[in-house]
Nanobody
Framework: EVRLVESGGDSVQAGGSLSLSCAVSGLFFKDPDMAWYRQAPGNEAELVSIIGSDGTTYYADSVKGRFTISQDNVENTLSLQMTSLKPEGTAIYYC????????????????????????????WGQGTQVIVSS
């Protein structure tokens, strides 16, 4: 069974920092690409950052320079270090696993709600809440 379990969400003041983690288990394909998404109240989920199996990273413009994605292939964990947090960063943060082309569209085509989507080509965690107060 594929499981993605996020942790680290909390309430922080604007300008503060948080580190999120995602423990990954049960993936049946090697070297997955991984991603972080977030969904603010009333909004659709949006892609925050991707890290490819080759270490290549992508960041949404809204977080570039403030967030850092990393992956530990030994511990099978995905991390997101967030600094200079803004109130608009208040959201549920989800990790996702799949191939790069799936991760790029997963938020739009098959948002969080089901753990396994797109015929098993993508997977979601259950999310962790981040609240940033001004």
């Amino acid at each position: 069974e594929v499981r993605l379990v996020e942790s680290g969400g909390d309430s922080v003041q604007a300008g503060g920092s948080l580190s999120l983690s995602c423990a990954v288990s049960g993936l049946f394909f090697k070297d997955p690409d991984m991603a972080w998404y977030r969904q603010a109240p009333g909004n659709e989920a949006e892609l925050v950052s991707i890290i490819g199996s080759d270490g290549t990273t992508y960041y949404a413009d809204s977080v570039k320079g403030r967030f850092t994605i990393s992956q530990d292939n030994v511990e099978n964990t995905l991390s997101l270090q967030m600094t200079s947090l803004k109130p608009e960063g208040t959201a549920i943060y989800y990790c996702g696993a799949g191939r790069l082309q799936v991760l790029r569209v997963m938020a739009k085509w098959a948002g969080p709600g089901l753990p396994r989507v797109l015929g098993g080509r993508g997977y979601w965690g259950q999310g962790t809440q981040v609240i940033v107060s001004s």
